[in-house]
Nanobody, 124 residues
Framework: QVQLVESGGGLVQAGGSLRLSCAAS????????MAWFRQAPGKEREFVAS????????YYADSVKGRFTISRDNVKNTVYLQMNSLKPEDTAVYFC?????????????????WGQGTQVTISS
């Protein structure tokens, strides 16, 4: 079992930066691939980025590639999402998720554990 709690969301102007954190409980955090998803009002939840259990491999949606960076600290049981050059279209609730196995998976149904989400709002 893994429990996930996101933090770090807020309101920033376009072009600004935010860093999201996702704290995980459980002694097996380091065995899970981790990912960030987001859901804008009226839209489906979409994949943003993922990272392998060891942190050595990452995967990004085209829409955030070059602007967002996912990382993890297996000592602190935390995964991060550094978001730079933010755009109004990045406005959404951001969720972290965990799964066993490969991190090269973008479908929501393939992730076993989810946090409650944190709101990110980008003003133009």
């Amino acid at each position: 079992q893994v429990q996930l709690v996101e933090s770090g969301g807020g309101l920033v102007q376009a072009g600004g930066s935010l860093r999201l954190s996702c704290a995980a409980s459980g002694r097996t955090f380091s065995s899970y691939a981790m990912a960030w998803f987001r859901q804008a009002p009226g839209k489906e939840r979409e994949f943003v980025a993922s990272i392998s259990w060891g942190g050595g491999s990452t995967y990004y949606a085209d829409s955030v590639k070059g602007r967002f960076t996912i990382s993890r600290d297996n000592v602190k049981n935390t995964v991060y999402l550094q978001m730079n050059s933010l755009k109004p279209e990045d406005t959404a609730v951001y969720f972290c998720a965990a799964r066993s196995g490969t991190h090269y998976v973008t479908g929501t149904g393939h992730y076993d554990y989810w946090g409650q989400g944190t709101q990110v709002t980008i003003s133009s």
